[in-house]
């Protein structure tokens, strides 16, 4: 089982090569259950501040899309600096 640490170190490191499975578990550790969307092929977290309402996770070929990777790494960064 991979760490959570494990798995944001890799997101920051290549955001292109990380599962989406893995990023599943990296956004329901900050930011709670998915709201809706929680199936196998997207899935969406409410962020508790407002401007920036939620991150979209989306699956192709097992792989969340590098594009969504940042955005969700910039939203933790944002939710340790305000925690």
Not at 34 to 49: D, L, Q
């Amino acid at each position: 089982m991979t760490s959570i640490a494990k798995i944001e170190a890799k997101a920051r490191h290549s955001p292109e090569n990380v599962s989406y499975t893995d990023m599943l578990k990296l956004c329901t550790h900050y930011f709670g259950e998915p709201r809706s969307g929680s199936g196998s092929h997207n899935a969406i977290f409410k962020m508790p501040w407002i401007g920036d309402p939620r991150i979209n996770l989306q699956n192709k070929n097992g792989k969340a899309k590098p594009y969504q990777v940042k955005q969700a790494i910039a939203a933790i960064d944002r939710s340790k600096e305000e925690s």
